[in-house]
């Protein structure tokens, strides 16, 4: 238990302060720590308090799974920050900030920020690690796949391109979010309307329709479509992914993002219950009050529907042309 740093720093804060918290990350500190006779409960719920009859005690622990606690202690209190995990984290966060070159790209990657001052590349990008960047933009460099729509262009500083073209020899558009926020943008004959869908199968598969564009939205991997969906504020933008708790979660997240945005569910979806519904669990916080009935229906049952099977029902073109009218 005392090997990991969150259980040692449990140990420097207790000595510190003289109080302990039950926190997740050093609950098993807290337990181990509450069981002897070193502390004892305050009238606070889940707080220790140490007994100062047995701080040597517990320095004598410190030194045995912690040997460099005293120096760490100063540091921190030289630093102005507290003798805690939290302060612990603030100041390997401002170590690695001063390892940052003098002369920073304009842009960075969010992993690539966050594992230069996190503590590894998937930490979060809170406040404190955002201002050590200073001015330095962080990007999520997404991706949009997408099959336009006849008579689109794409146009970048005085060159235009042609949109079919580019998809005809790239087998699809692709606009990456630095392109996107550099000034690359849309032209020429702009869409009838925008199909967002979930899944890359029936991003390839659907037959859309006339004069429609085709985006390709893995999951929750929207920062990219929200720039393309400002170049095109006054077409219908219709959503169509899998009905399941994540599928309701993330049409929520784009109907943050656009307002407007039509999520389609066609009622002959219905028909697929008994071909292909997943027996599997809606949990019973997630809000459906706005949800389709279908939706609603599904989750009642207990049902998961997948979107893929109806890229081949011929029904499904025809619907979607309904759903934003002519």
């Known amino acids: 238990m005392w090997t990991d740093e969150a259980q040692r720093l449990a140990l420097l804060e207790l000595w510190a302060t003289g109080s302990l918290k039950r926190r997740q990350a050093q609950s098993d500190a807290w337990d181990e720590l509450a069981r002897l006779p070193w502390t004892r409960r305050t009238s606070r719920r889940d707080e220790l308090a140490l007994v100062e009859t047995h701080r040597g005690d517990l320095e004598g622990l410190l030194d045995r799974v912690f040997p460099d606690w005293r120096v760490t202690a100063d540091t921190l209190s030289g630093k102005g920050l507290p003798q805690d995990l939290h302060g612990y984290r603030a100041l390997a966060e401002a170590r690695r900030a001063a390892t940052l070159p003098e002369t920073a790209p304009q842009r960075l990657n969010l992993r690539t920020a966050t594992a230069a001052l996190g503590a590894h590349s998937k930490a979060t990008l809170g406040g404190r690690l955002r201002a050590a960047l200073g001015p330095i933009e962080v ?125 389609a569910v066609p009622p002959f979806w219905e028909e697929q219950i008994a071909l292909r519904g997943q027996k599997k669990d809606w949990p019973p916080d997630l809000d459906l009050r706005d949800a389709p009935a279908l939706v609603q229906r599904l989750a009642t049952g207990g049902i998961w529907l997948e979107q893929e099977a109806l890229a081949l029902d011929p029904r499904l073109t025809g619907y979607l042309d309904g759903v934003v009218g002519p």
Do not use: K
């Not at 997408?146 to 391109?161: D, E, I, M, S």
């Not at 087998?171 to 630095?178: F, K, W």
């Not at 929200?226 to 993330?250: A, K, S």
């Open 139 to 263: 990007t999520r460099d997404g991706l949009i796949r997408a099959r336009p729509n006849p008579g689109l262009t794409v146009h970048r500083a005085q060159t235009v391109w042609s949109a079919e073209s580019l998809a005809a020899c790239l087998g699809e558009l692709a606009l990456t979010e630095r392109a996107l926020r550099d000034g690359t943008h849309l032209g020429g004959a702009l869409p009838r309307a925008v199909l967002l869908v979930e899944n890359v199968g029936f991003y390839v598969d659907v037959v859309a329709p006339a004069g429609w564009m085709v985006a390709h939205v893995p999951g929750w991997n929207t920062a990219t479509i929200q720039l393309l969906l400002e170049q095109l504020p006054d077409t219908p933008v219709v959503h169509f992914g899998d009905l399941d708790p994540n599928g309701v979660r993330i049409v929520a997240h784009l109907q943050a993002l656009r307002p407007d945005l039509i999520w």
